[in-house]
């Protein structure tokens, strides 16, 4: 099983401000990983896959980046409507699919 | 528009099995490629899928729930249907119905999400 690491839990952070998250494969997953956010009180919606395209609807402010076993979900200036949990998952090496233990993002 | 909606008791006992339904709208079930499946999330904690079928194919299953799980479609109805049989305390979790959002079987992303049940295990 593919074990999939987020760094930090927890990141506090200004409104307007840059925010960067981390996710770390136990093993290689290529580029075949997602993102998406969560709410309070809400289902996960998909922000991102294929490490770095954006779902439809998604604002440009969201970014995915890297491959292999890092990869790093960037909000270049957060808005209200962004303080959630994110979470990464693989599609590598199936099954199982895995998720990561979240980051939550919260107003410094 | 695709929608997917959950259904099913919100308490379950112990040792007794847990039974529930998605419904979809805005789309056949039989006429895509795409996969269809489910996730849970125990209260305050994080994501973990539990498996997923096409309508023709066979299930996938996660390992750590492989000997418990049964997942199944109604073509029929447009639904598919999840047990989890010998339910522990450990089980409560909010269940979120889902469809892979890639019709590749290697694009296992998912898209969309069901807005979730909760279901409580306990006597």
């Known amino acids: 099983e593919t074990v999939m690491t987020q760094s930090p839990a927890i990141l506090s952070v200004s409104p307007g401000e840059r925010a960067t998250l981390s996710c770390r494969a136990s093993?290689?997953?290529?580029?075949?990983l997602a993102w998406y956010q969560q709410r309070p009180g809400q289902a996960p919606r998909l922000l991102i896959y294929?490490?770095?395209t954006r779902a439809t609807g998604i604002p440009a402010r969201f970014s995915g980046s890297g491959s292999g076993t890092e990869f790093t979900l960037t909000i270049s200036s957060l808005q209200s409507e962004d303080f959630a949990v994110y979470y990464c998952?693989?599609?590598?090496?199936?099954?199982?699919?895995?998720f990561g233990g979240g980051t939550k993002v919260e107003i410094k | 528009q695709l929608q997917l909606q959950e259904s099913g008791p919100g308490l379950v006992k112990p040792s007794e099995t847990l039974s529930l339904t998605c419904s979809v709208s805005?789309?056949?079930?039989?006429?895509?490629?795409?996969?269809w499946g489910w996730v849970r999330q125990p209260p305050g904690k994080g994501l973990e899928w539990i498996g997923s079928?096409?309508?023709?194919?066979?299930?996938y299953y996660n390992p750590s729930f492989r000997s418990r799980v049964n997942m199944s479609i109604d073509t029929s109805k447009n639904q598919f249907s999840l047990t989890l049989t010998s339910v522990t305390a450990a089980d409560t979790a909010v269940y979120y119905c889902?469809?892979?959002?890639?019709?590749?079987?290697?694009?296992?992303?998912?898209?969309?999400w069901g807005p979730g049940t909760l279901v409580t295990v306990s006597s």
């Open positions: 294929g490490a770095s």
């Open positions: 998952q693989q599609y590598s090496n199936w099954p199982p699919i895995t």
């Open positions: 889902a469809r892979r959002g890639s019709p590749v079987v290697a694009f296992f992303w998912i898209d969309p």
């Open positions: 805005g789309a056949s079930i039989k006429s895509t490629s795409y996969s």
């Open positions: 093993q290689s997953v290529s580029n075949n």
């Open positions: 079928m096409h309508y023709s194919g066979s299930p």
